[in-house]
């Protein structure tokens, strides 16, 4: 496996951190909860794309259904 080959597909904590806006111990945190699968390489924590991509479609989705219920459960319904 080269190298371009690994960098094409992993992003770096700094990365991830900068994508999603926030510091680099928040990811290194999630990372170690095992909230955000990873993989160490050395000194390097790395985070595959589809994996990332998979965790921010599984949190929409969550989010989404929570604030579904929350309507949902404050609504009135009147004959």
């Not at 080269?2 to 992003?11: A, C, V, W």
């Not at 926030?22 to 390489?41: D, E, G, H």
Request: hydrophobic share 35%.
């Amino acid at each position: 496996m080269s190298e371009n080959n690994i960098e094409g597909r992993y992003l770096s904590v700094a990365q991830v951190a900068t994508m999603l806006g926030v510091s680099t111990k928040t990811i290194y945190a999630m990372c170690q909860r095992k909230y955000l699968p990873s993989l160490k390489l050395g000194s390097r924590v790395l985070i595959h794309k589809l994996d990332l991509q998979e965790r921010l479609e599984e949190l929409k989705l969550s989010t989404r259904n929570k604030r579904t219920s929350r309507v949902c459960s404050t609504r009135k319904i009147v004959d």
